[in-house]
């Protein structure tokens, strides 16, 4: 190639510079369609990776349900038993059973009336385990005290759901006053940060929910394996249903132990897919790319036969006219990639 190749190049390009900038375009937005997919993948993962690593090693998470199908067990409204719970803290192994429950209420502030989740746990005794174990950090305030009517509240309650909403401020649940204390860190998922947590005795008073829980956070002994805990546990529940089948009408929920490494494991399974998803779609917006430069490339062609005739009339070979529109070809590309 020589600088007459692109001279003429460039020329052609500037003579039919609709059809071009209109190519280029088309360039820009396949590209640009792949990234977003790719950084958005990309982002999914490590945001899910980030709340993995919030939990502790030696934790373990007992939900009801099937664990292929958990986002069924979640908005079901499946609990785990209190025999259930009784069970998991006799299993060797365990050092402390944290049960959860959540529910959405409406709840007033200043006249503002929202929808948000609740969540109640038992304070006493486990409010160290959520700091270290959970990833619960205060940006604002004080941690609630057990058995008093004071709550800590996700991030996007105070920034989003109730917008001004201050360390002091009072907000009542189901005609109940409860004074905050603290603003916790955000989560990185909207159902996290919009939670209110409450004291378990405080969050059954104002859902009337009296037993079971929603799942239980499991602190294990420093001198077992999460999998010899997760055995153990199984078994115990094993031996829960045992007892129950012979109650007439009472249907037998499943249930699933997580450890951390499972939860990672699962979550990559379907990563995976979502990358090989995303990489499809891509890969389909570079061919569509590809094929509008080949169609314009095969249009100016077309069009052009008398100027090619022209060319070789005057002493030009076949090479140096595949020269000039891989040039116009290349210069498309070049610009749309660059854009």
């Not at 790719?38 to 664990?67: F, R, T, Y």
């Amino acid at each position: 190639m020589n600088k007459e190749h692109f001279k003429i190049a460039i020329k052609n390009l500037r003579t039919r510079s609709l059809r071009s900038w209109l190519t280029i375009l088309g360039v820009v937005i396949g590209i640009f369609l792949v990234i977003a997919l790719l950084s958005l993948s990309e982002g999914i993962k490590n945001a899910i990776l980030v709340q993995l690593d919030m939990i502790g090693e030696d934790v373990l998470m007992v939900m009801p349900g099937d664990g292929g199908d958990m986002m069924t067990a979640i908005m079901g409204g499946l609990t785990l038993s209190d025999e259930n719970i009784r069970a998991i803290k006799k299993a060797d192994g365990v050092d402390l059973v944290v049960p959860a429950l959540w529910r959405a209420k409406m709840a007033r502030h200043k006249g503002e009336v929202r929808t948000v989740f609740l969540m109640g746990y038992p304070r006493r005794g486990s409010q160290d385990f959520f700091i270290e174990n959970m990833g619960f950090y205060l940006i604002q305030g004080d941690w609630p005290r057990a058995g008093q009517r004071e709550v800590m509240v996700g991030h996007s309650v105070s920034k989003e759901i109730f917008p001004g909403m201050r360390i002091g401020d009072e907000i009542i649940i189901e005609g109940k006053r409860f004074r905050v204390t603290g603003v916790l860190r955000t989560f990185g998922n909207r159902q996290d940060d919009s939670m209110i947590y409450l004291d378990l005795e405080h969050f059954q008073q104002v859902t009337g929910i009296r037993e079971g829980a929603n799942f239980a956070a499991v602190k294990i002994n420093e001198n077992f394996t999460p999998d010899n805990v997760s055995a153990n546990i199984i078994e115990e529940l094993e031996r829960t249903k045992k007892r129950r089948r012979g109650v007439a009408g009472e249907e037998i929920v499943p249930f699933t132990v997580f450890t951390r490494e499972a939860a990672m494991d699962m979550i990559g399974d379907i990563m995976f897919l979502l990358q090989l998803l995303v990489f499809g779609i891509a890969s389909i917006s570079v061919i569509v790319s590809g094929i509008g430069i080949t169609n314009t490339m095969y249009t100016s062609v077309r069009e052009r036969t008398k100027e090619i005739g022209i060319i070789k009339a005057v002493g030009a070979k076949n090479s140096d006219i595949a020269k000039i529109f891989l040039i116009e070809s290349g210069v498309i590309g070049l610009i749309g990639g660059y854009s």
